[in-house]
């Protein structure tokens, strides 16, 4: 067969379908939008602070992204060629619009965007000061391990989309377990991965090659093919190293993209024929073994029945923490609105009034209309500003499940070793938490009684004071009453998402468990095709290790 990147993807497809290995289904899906892409990313990660996007703004000759003294980037940036500076923002649920490039800060930093509110997928900018870089895409990410939680999320969620990528590591500390541990999840994605070594415009000349010399000691150890590492300052007379980045990474990038895309492709294809592979090992050993040997297998990897119970019960743990207290954290939030929202009402009252003065039931349906109008109003922009606060808990409880699921994962690695001395692989899981859907906004009835049928018997000024008084005091019960809706229905809706995603995050874990069971059981007619399926993988790997030489 064709070694092609497609033709690796369907040979993984094949194995997956044939044995049912339904755990690795997300992973090839992944490797499928990456084939369907055509343009070549260059992403930048690292912890926050690093220096990500000063660095893209130094290298561009422009202040295209926001920087700050505090962690700046919430939201994913690509940067691509175009004849004209322009901006297009795309949120989470599909929707894209034309920005200025002005106001990318309002979308992309942690000042004007906290926790992502706007609920922005990411933003597209295009500049002729990429001329130098077409065909290729710089990406800013998220910084990582910062207090804001929800950008470490956004960072680790676009890895799998990674073509190249560029790891910013300060020099102070030069090099963490952290940073090791980013650059071992991009392992698994792209063969691609370069250390940009930031802000060492800091180091004495003999301080900076002590620096250096570290950096390369550690990714030696962790590293057997090395990985580049380019230091790199943003201030005046450091410039030597801006073209020593362009020379040896960036420009021969950008000439060999296709080359370079379908290279990566090829290693994300191999990463998940090696995962596959994995599986089949399980599934030849329990083929290979009696009934009895094949039970004693099942409980060496899945153990007993409670340790599989236990991680159930974890996943519903962290999603009722999640869960208990959301009603008063959003009352809370809410609180603050209350009174400016009130006084805002209440001066568009003040104006409103004397047009509905003609006779009370006139005064009660103008009223009614107006407040339930404008209350609407105010309450979906309320609820659209602090959307992201509202779904901060369902996204962070995202995250927990996720990083559950993996421990469980790896736990099963280790125990396969054990088994049988072959280390299976274990596919990355992300959790989304759903977009949230739109509360329904109410405002109920303005009076307890009807009064309009005094109409006939009281003119209205001899009421005209008594009924805005009246008004006003609804007015006042009105806002409180429906805040307190508007943070009922959001627990409502936050709640639904926590339980979405616990049934995903459950689903993840028996199709793990399933996927498992399956190869354990397999009948000892199987060992044939297992072999066969297993010399077809080695066959292809060692053909694409061979072609790589």
Known sequence: MSDSPDALLDLAAEICARYRIADLEYFLESCRAFARADTLNVAVFGRFKAGKSSFLNHLLGQALLPVGVIPVTSVITEIEFGPRETAAVRYLDGRSEPAAPGQIADFVSETSNPGNQRRVASVLVEAPSMARYRGI???????LHSVFEHNTGAATDWLPNTG???????????????DLDLIRDLRRFTPHISVLLTKVDTLAAGERAEVESFVHQQLARYADDGIAVFPYSIRPGFECLREQLDRALLLPARGRAQDQRAAILAHKAGSLLAECRGYLAVALKAAESADSGREQLRQMILGREQAVDDARLTLRLITRHAAAGLRTAFEDLLREDEEPLRQRLLAAFEVEFPAWTQSLAAAIDAFGQWLEDSMAREMAVLSERHSGEFAEP???AGRQLSQSLQDF?????????????????????DLS?????????????????????????????????????????????????????????????????????????AGRLDTL?????????????DAPRIHADIARLDGVTNHERAGSL
């Not at 895409?137 to 910084?143: A, I």
């Not at 739109?438 to 005209?464: C, K, Q, T, Y």
């Not at 468990?513 to 007619?525: D, H």
């Open 137 to 143: 895409r710089f990406v800013d990410t998220p910084g």
């Open 164 to 178: 190249l990528a560029l790891v910013a590591v300060g020099v102070d500390p030069p090099l963490t377990q952290q």
């Open 394 to 396: 369902a996204r962070r």
């Open 409 to 429: 994962r790896n736990r099963l690695a280790e125990q396969t070793l054990t088994a049988f001395g072959v280390a299976l692989r274990t596919t990355q899981v």
């Open 433 to 505: 938490a759903p977009r949230p859907r739109a509360p329904d906004i109410r405002v109920g009835r303005i009076f307890d009684h009807n009064w309009e049928l005094l109409s006939f018997v009281a003119p209205m000024p001899l009421l005209r004071g008594a009924v805005k008084r009246h008004f006003r005091r609804k007015l006042a019960d009105v806002v409180f009453m429906n805040l307190s809706r508007l943070a009922s229905q959001w627990e409502e809706i936050t709640g639904a998402m926590l339980a979405k995603l616990e049934a995903d995050a």
């Open 513 to 525: 468990i399933a996927t498992l069971e399956k190869l354990i059981q397999s009948a000892g007619q």
